[in-house]
T-cell receptor, first 114, second 114 residues
Framework: DADVTQTPRNRITKTGKRIMLECSQT?????MYWYRQDPGLGLRLIYY???????NKGEISDGYSVSRQAQAKFSLSLESAIPNQTALYFC?????????????FGQGTRLTVV | AQSVSQHNHHVILSEAASLELGCNYS??????LFWYVQYPGQHLQLLLK??????LVKGIKGFEAEFIKSKFSFNLRKPSVQWSDTAEYFC????????????FGTGTQLKVEL
């Protein structure tokens, strides 16, 4: 079983619709992240959370919001989806408490906005 | 803010050829450095990481990277590539002791031909 699970894996939605991408982890990590991947641009950070009550904007947070419902869950919402939000979205986790700054990634959600 | 440059966007090699992928970062402080690999249709997996100590780091699948502080570089190498190394490779950096959020390069698509 995957330690970092994203749902759905694929989604096609219409412009203007609200959509939520879910991420859950069984690694017990305190830190969680949402990235989007676009061809030729690499991965860019959308939002990150260092703990349940901590939410921080990344470099491209406009048009997105997040919720850290529990240490193991971090969801990403697109309030009103637009076509340029079509991308591959990755959730990641890391554990600050062990001093290990390696990030572990989920399988990704491919989102298409039409 | 830190940034990461990967100068080779697409690389095509024949099996058994040697590989070197360039990575340069800009940040004035102490950093942690990573190389991740993304096989077609899969999520990112860690190849290797550098936190401190020996600047020559060995990772999985015969990959290694050398941290050259004076050049702000962390180039990835493999003496003899295989067809199964076809993937996209990402260099990433985060601030040592400053949280785990990673800044990624734009990636290098490697295609290994038989």
């Amino acid at each position: 079983d995957a330690d970092v699970t994203q749902t759905p894996r694929n989604r096609i939605t219409k412009t203007g619709k609200r959509i939520m991408l879910e991420c859950s982890q069984t690694k017990g990590h305190d830190r969680m992240y949402w990235y989007r991947q676009d061809p030729g641009l690499g991965l860019r950070l959308i939002y990150y959370s260092f703990d349940v009550k901590d939410i921080n904007k990344g470099e491209i947070s406009d048009g997105y919001s997040v919720s850290r419902q529990a240490q193991a869950k971090f969801s990403l919402s697109l309030e009103s989806a637009i076509p340029n939000q079509t991308a591959l979205y990755f959730c990641a986790t890391s554990d600050h408490r062990t001093g290990n700054t390696e990030a572990f990634f989920g399988q990704g959600t491919r989102l298409t906005v039409v | 803010a830190q940034s990461v440059s990967q100068h080779n966007h697409h690389v095509i090699l024949s099996e058994a050829a040697s590989l070197e992928l360039g990575c340069n970062y800009s940040y004035g402080g102490t950093v942690n450095l990573f190389w991740y690999v993304q096989y077609p249709g899969q999520h990112l997996q860690l190849l290797l990481k550098y936190f401190s100590g020996d600047p020559l780091v060995k990772g999985i699948k015969g990959f290694e990277a050398e941290f050259i502080k004076s050049k702000f570089s962390f180039n990835l190498r493999k003496p003899s590539v295989q067809w199964s190394d076809t993937a996209e490779y990402f260099c990433a950096v985060n601030k040592a002791g400053g949280g785990n959020k990673l800044t990624f390069g734009t990636g290098t698509q490697l295609k290994v031909e038989l």
